[in-house]
């Protein structure tokens, strides 16, 4: 059981180049999010998705995509890279619900010169 | 809107003494949780503790305690006997009904624990 995986854990990209963060999960769980977490500002909310083929905006949904074709994937994807994204992301997942049991990747920390 | 404040920014304090973290919140629901995460160097996010509001009686779990104000909206954090270990960053969040799961994180405490 890996729990909550994602890739890469680091990863420098130059302004206006493209990338896909991977974020898998193994407990089948319908809740994934995405969280951007910069100094001084806690984590925030990107995207999130309740179940395949659903997504939704979080706080700060600009210059990030995401889709979810099954259960267990949720990438987020860069099209074209800005410094203003230099950050840690996390991707998390929780079973749909009332229920407060959630659990986080490791992160994957990004510079973007 | 639902907001989560914590005003220390940093704070520090001798090994094996007592420190409190503070938390406000704002929220006009009346079915919420509320966590408390600590992220130590390693960036890993690790759950300390959960309160749901309903529950009058404050959450405990081990060495940390929380006191649970819902009145005024307050959730502080207690750690007894501060351990080495528990250097870290810790964020305050909330977590309601209708936020289909999403965290609401305060900016965080920035906690160091000297020898």
């Known amino acids: 059981n890996a729990g909550v995986t994602q890739t890469p854990k680091f990863q420098v990209l130059k302004t206006g180049q493209s990338m896909t963060l991977q974020c898998a999960q193994d407990?089948?769980?319908?809740?994934m999010s995405w969280y951007r977490q910069d100094p001084g500002m806690g984590l925030r909310l990107i995207h999130y998705?309740?179940?395949?083929?659903?997504?939704d905006q979080g706080e700060v949904p600009n210059g990030y995509n995401v889709s979810r074709s099954t259960t267990e994937d949720f990438p987020l994807r860069l099209l074209s890279a800005a410094p203003s994204q230099t950050s840690v992301y996390f991707c998390?997942?929780?079973?749909?619900?009332?229920?407060?049991?959630?659990?986080f990747g490791p992160g994957t920390r990004l510079t973007v010169t | 809107a639902q907001t989560v404040t914590q005003s220390q920014p940093e704070m520090s304090v001798q090994e094996a003494e007592t420190v409190t973290l503070s938390c406000t919140y704002d929220?006009?629901?009346?079915?919420?949780?509320l966590f408390w995460y600590k992220q130590p160097p390693s960036r890993q996010m690790i759950l300390v503790i959960r309160?749901?509001?309903?529950?009058?009686q404050n959450a405990t779990e081990n060495r940390f305690s929380v006191n649970f104000q819902k009145a005024a909206k307050s959730f502080s954090l207690k750690i007894s006997d501060s351990q080495l270990g528990d250097t870290a960053m810790y964020f305050c969040a909330f977590f309601y009904g209708g936020s289909q799961g999403n965290l609401i994180f305060g900016k965080g405490t920035k906690l160091s624990v000297k020898p």
């Open positions: 998705s309740v179940g395949a083929g659903i997504t």
């Open positions: 929220t006009s629901e009346s079915n919420y949780y």
């Open positions: 407990m089948n769980h319908e809740y």
């Open positions: 998390a997942s929780k079973i749909a619900g009332f229920s407060y049991e959630q659990y």
């Open positions: 309160q749901e509001a309903y529950k009058q």
